[in-house]
T-cell receptor, first 113, second 116 residues
């Protein structure tokens, strides 16, 4: 079956530091890949997505590249801000029309001024 | 604000109580979902409704009973729960379109449930 493994947190960084949150996956076929973000007290929001190999998803300064050869979709940001503090979830969809999302366990990110 | 609302936001109940969680979407979507979010575990998909018909039931215990009376509303009826059912219950909705690679799911803020 499908599975997603992401970096265990919590991760604490200083403002303006470089961020990487690792995500690898196991899936049959050609899944779509996603990063969701959950701010305190809120539900999940789609941050970025990539639907085929070598696609790069980007939003709000965050980027992730779909690497089929390494089955990875690592999240990066060049300079984090305090407002980026949240829980980040990597997820995949198997593209078989049922929109079933498989999530990782989430990584809590805290940015200190 | 994602257009998906959930009530109540917090719920404490005993194991013998019966309660219901409510989800409402204002986005014109035609599919709705219930997820369970527990600490240190991946989000678990519980139920999927498409066009008000249940299309997915991921081996959820019968003490959880979903209801989808129309495309805008989704309920989760709870009875005789166990302490291990304490979690954040998230509702989501999407617009299913035939042939689309993926249709984004929009999540509500969740109901924090504590079973004593």
């Amino acid at each position: 079956g499908n599975s997603v493994t992401q970096m265990e947190g919590p991760v604490t960084l200083s403002e303006e530091a470089f961020l990487t949150i690792n995500c690898t996956y196991t899936a049959t076929g050609y899944p779509s890949l996603f990063w969701y973000v959950q701010y305190p007290g809120e539900g999940l929001q789609l941050l970025l997505k990539a639907t085929k190999a070598d696609d790069k998803g980007s939003n709000k300064g965050f980027e992730a590249t779909y690497r089929k050869e390494t089955t990875s979709f690592h999240l990066e940001k060049g300079s984090v801000q305090v407002s980026d503090s949240a829980v980040y979830f990597c997820a995949l969809s198997d593209n078989f029309g049922n929109e079933k999302l498989t999530f990782g366990t989430g990584t809590r990110l805290t940015i200190i001024p | 604000e994602t257009g998906v609302t959930q009530t109540p936001r917090h719920l404490v109940m005993g194991m013998t109580n019966k309660k219901s969680l409510k989800c409402e979407q204002h986005l014109g979507h035609n599919a709705m979902y219930w997820y369970k979010q527990s600490a240190k575990k991946p989000l678990e998909l519980m139920f999927v409704y498409s066009l008000e018909e249940r299309v997915e039931n991921n081996s959820v215990p019968s003490r959880f009973s979903p209801e989808c009376p129309n495309s805008s509303h989704l309920f989760l009826h709870l009875h005789t729960l166990q302490p291990e059912d304490s979690a954040l219950y998230l509702c989501a909705s999407s617009r299913r379109e035939r042939g689309a690679v993926y249709n984004e799911q929009f999540f509500g803020p969740g109901t924090r449930l504590t079973v004593l």
